[in-house]
């Protein structure tokens, strides 16, 4: 046994004998750790080309944003010299919020709010605002509020309660590579590669909003107004189309 414990050193004393089996472990452990240092060498460059690429499209969308801002703000500016009236550009995204819970509901309501995935109380997801989306909103006008959120919203919801949805799991957005290896081959590999596509409504929606969770948010600070009464409504209300004001009934629930 003695013996044994000796042979333990990678270079042993002269005139002790080193079993053959201890020799082989050894040049495997050595080819082993070679492996993993050029692997670990060779991902780390990886990740530095991509973190290159990431950064450098999000400057690239950060112009686009503002180019676009700039623009909008040209054409009300020229519409006002002129004296004329500059009709903003129909929203081509829409957030939806469940607000009421399932008490007296007709099956039909109850089956779109399952088909939107707004199967809780404060559950919000993002739609695009086709004619058969807003077909299916009227139908569960009483039961949601929705509107038009803008980038910020967009961002600080993803940021502040994005989950991703893999294999039926419910995971957390920590790192990017998340979303690289479930929307890689849609051109998605960053948090804000999945901003940009769904603030933007591209072509690879779907997938990037199928890839999350639905928002699971909280009761507003402050409380609802109220909930039996629509928000055009003369004295107020919660449920229907908030248009751009979503975006601080949002900021209530995060």
Known sequence: MAERY??????APQGVVVPEGLKKK??????????????????????KVKRHDLKMRASKYEKEYKAADRQSIQLRRAA????NFYVEPEAKMMLVIRISGINKMAPKPRKILKLLRLDQLHKGVFVKCTKPMLNMLK?????????YPNRKTVKDMILKRGYAKVNG??????????ISENLGKYGIH?????????????PNFKQANNFLWAFKLNSPSGGFIRKKHGFHEPKGGDWGNREELINDFV????
């Open 6 to 11: 000796l042979v333990k050193e990678v270079a």
């Open 26 to 47: 050894l040049e495997r452990n050595v080819g082993l750790m070679a492996a993993k240092k050029a692997s670990i060498e060779q991902k780390r460059k990886l990740n």
């Open 80 to 83: 006002k010299a002129t004296g």
């Open 139 to 147: 139908y569960i006008q009483p039961y949601v509020t929705s509107g």
């Open 169 to 178: 799991e419910r995971i957390p957005l920590q790192c990017n590579e998340i």
């Open 190 to 202: 960053g948090v804000d590669d999945l901003i940009h596509e769904l603030y933007t409504v591209g």
């Open 251 to 254: 900021r209530k629930m995060l």
